[in-house]
């Protein structure tokens, strides 16, 4: 894009395309939503925005996106990537940093429709924005979370060089849950499959760099 350049960075690995969404990505995207996220009666979120009710969900998923993107400032960014896999929308990949410049560090998020879940994408673009964020804006740290009854999100921590970096006590739906944070540096990373950052020159300055 012409007059916000951040619009074209790309991220692909072998399988994956991560982007900053356009409208149709982000149709696309809330119909995953609508299509399920997570089996019924477990909650793998600290904020449940996939309780809402269908004739809302749909909206809420294309709004919050699009707030991302209008509140992006150099000094608090949020990437929510869609997660495009041969050729469909299948899910979002965020990443984000408050005063990059100074702190080096950067938090992550995700989700994948169910349909995609357990086939290795979860990790595959993960690795796509920390290979952004270590080789291309030379982050040192990054930071993630998951309650400790969400295996699968603690396995994909595991298998990119996460380390266990202490708990905290959350209230979810009035549930008690704990919440584990995990933590890698640049040095411990490891990443499972070649990953290429496409027009980031461009949009260094949104970034904070």
Known sequence: ???WPLLDLRL?????????PSFADLDELADRALEGVHEPG????LHPWTEAPADQLPRNTVKHNLGMLAA???EEWQANFVVVH??????????????????REVTSGSWLGRAWQGKGLGTEMRAAVLSLAFDGLDAETATSSAFVDNPASLAVSRKL???????TTRV?????RIDQRLRVNRYDFVCPVPVEVHGLDACLSDFGL
């Not at 060089?161 to 708990?167: A, C, E, L, R, V």
Request: hydrophobic content about 35%.
């Open 1 to 3: 894009m012409r007059h």
């Open 86 to 103: 041969d050729g469909q929308v299948i899910g979002s990949q965020g990443v984000g940093a408050t005063d990059f410049a100074t702190s």
């Open 172 to 176: 979810v739906q009035g549930k008690r």
């Open 12 to 20: 692909t690995t072998p399988r994956l395309e991560l982007r900053l």
């Open 72 to 74: 992006w400032r150099p």
């Open 42 to 45: 477990f909650m793998p979120f």
């Open 161 to 167: 060089g996460y380390q266990p970096d202490g708990i």
